[in-house]
Nanobody, 122 residues
Framework: QVQLVESGGGLVQAGGSLTLSCKVSGSTFDVYAMAWFRQAPGKEREGVACLSRTSGDTYHVDSVKGRFTISRDNPKNTLYLQMNSLKSEDTAMYYC???????????????WGQGTQVTVSS
């Protein structure tokens, strides 16, 4: 059974940085496209960034472009999200997801982690 476990969230001041990790087990990691989503209280889930199986294609939504970077280490079965210049509006629960097809449509993703909380204080 495929399992995704996020880590690295926490409380950080505005302007600070965090690196989220997502460890995948139970399957060959490099068959999956991967993505990060987030959901703030009272808001809908939104896609943040996605990454193809070989890292040849990446996409970051405009609100995080230039500040966040998605990457993967296939031998370590791990997905990352480097977050710099954090803003209060980045406060949310962050989820990683794995699926067969690249993109930021949540329906493309079959497997999801439990989430890690990121809180940015202003």
């Amino acid at each position: 059974q495929v399992q995704l476990v996020e880590s690295g969230g926490g409380l950080v001041q505005a302007g600070g940085s965090l690196t989220l990790s997502c460890k995948v087990s139970g399957s060959t990691f490099d068959v999956y496209a991967m993505a990060w989503f987030r959901q703030a209280p009272g808001k809908e889930r939104e896609g943040v960034a996605c990454l193809s199986r070989t890292s040849g294609d990446t996409y970051h939504v405009d609100s995080v472009k230039g500040r966040f970077t998605i990457s993967r280490d296939n031998p370590k079965n791990t997905l990352y999200l480097q977050m710099n210049s954090l803003k209060s509006e980045d406060t949310a629960m962050y989820y990683c997801a794995a699926g067969r097809y690249y993109g930021l449509d949540a329906d493309r993703y079959t497997y999801w982690g439990q989430g890690t909380q990121v809180t940015v204080s202003s």
